[in-house]
């Protein structure tokens, strides 16, 4: 017998994604079926205040990802922080998609969102705008990247992070659907080490990037000549 739970879970998974790459990919599909999500939004970042801004252009990283998730029902591309001017901080995307699932997509669950980052950005958390109001729209599903920290353990973390996750840990998928926002599950998926640095670098080499990102994606760069000046 199935267990009843509260809250539906939709994942919301950030990042540049310039490009978006098999890695990125696979980890949404194990995602999608460790958490049971009823659906999951890649959140491209317009202009991220802790980085570097994207070598693509916002429109054409939005392309790319469209490219890549064409006939997954389960995916979806959210443009909202390519189209907002001036910086963009996760806190404001997270809380006007809250605000705005359940009358956009006319559901009669309660959602809770999964906000879905790598080990390497879960630990600058701190340095985040407003990054304590984190916890009080979504769960965050942190996933372990390739040479990055494990968050497994509370241990590396930063003081002041360490001491705000204490409570909030959970391995339980039903403990998110529970809750409307709030814990931190550390998820366990395929590590492939593809980056989309590493692939820039070989674009701009002029080097085969087949088997690393989807066909559809490599014409759409090569057709657009992107990162190919890069150094």
């Not at 009358?103 to 009669?108: F, R, W």
């Not at 998928?173 to 989309?196: C, H, M, Q």
Request: net charge neutral; aromatic share 10%.
């Amino acid at each position: 017998m199935t267990e009843k739970t509260a809250y539906s879970l939709v994942g919301i998974y950030g990042g540049t994604f310039d490009p978006v790459h098999y890695g990125h990919l696979r980890v949404a599909e194990e995602l999608v079926g460790i958490l049971q999500l009823n659906h999951l939004f890649f959140l491209p970042a317009g202009h991220p205040r802790l980085r570097n801004a994207p070598s693509a252009p916002g429109a054409s990283r939005v392309a790319m990802l469209q490219e890549a998730i064409c006939g997954n029902a389960l995916f979806s591309v959210d443009g909202r922080e390519i189209r907002r001017p001036g910086e963009t901080y996760s806190v404001e995307s997270l809380q006007e998609i809250k605000q705005e699932y359940q009358i956009k997509y006319k559901t009669d669950q309660q959602v809770a969102l999964c906000f879905i980052i790598g080990a390497d950005a879960f630990i600058k958390l701190p340095y985040w705008h407003h990054w304590r109001k984190l916890f009080e729209l979504c769960h965050l599903v942190i996933v372990n990247r390739p040479g990055s920290v494990s968050i497994d353990n509370l241990s590396g973390l930063p003081d002041e992070l360490r001491t705000a996750c204490q409570t909030r840990q959970t391995t339980a998928v039903t403990e998110l659907k529970n809750s409307p926002y709030g814990r931190i599950f550390a998820a366990s998926t395929t590590l492939l080490d593809i980056s989309s640095t590493a692939i820039r670098s070989l674009i701009a080499s002029g080097k085969s990037t087949r088997y690393l990102l989807p066909e559809a994606v490599i014409n759409y760069i090569d057709k657009h000549g992107f990162y190919a000046g890069e150094k």
